[in-house]
């Protein structure tokens, strides 16, 4: 079954809205139907890195991130950085902001969101 970008879009942010809400179950069935959709889709591994850190596991939303992170989707990069932070590995996440340029998209939004 093929989805449009719109309705991706959509589905992916009612899944990151159930996280916000701690309906953790639902996001990861939202995400487990994009994922059968395309596998591929960074935005899909990222909301189901968002639903293990909603549920503090940290450490899967790393393993989820990183290769996005390191392929340079910045988008990934970003939410890597929030999981290292919040996971407490603070060496890894100054290792990730030492790798990113000055001026870069991930660098300013990680260092403005978790001041």
Do not use: W
Request: proline share 3%; charged share 25%.
């Amino acid at each position: 079954m093929q989805l449009d970008a719109s309705v991706r879009r959509l589905l992916t942010e009612l899944a990151y809205v159930a996280c916000m809400t701690n309906d953790v179950a639902r996001a990861r069935r939202i995400m487990g139907g994009l994922a059968a959709t395309d596998a591929a889709d960074p935005a899909t591994h990222i909301g189901y890195a968002l639903a293990d850190m909603t549920v503090k596991d940290f450490d899967a939303a790393i393993v989820r991130l990183r290769p996005l992170a390191d392929g340079g989707d910045t988008a990934a990069t970003v939410m890597l950085g929030v999981a290292l932070k919040l996971g407490g590995r603070a060496g890894e996440y100054d290792a990730l902001m030492a790798r990113l340029p000055p001026g870069d998209a991930a660098r300013a939004a990680l260092a403005d969101g978790l001041r």
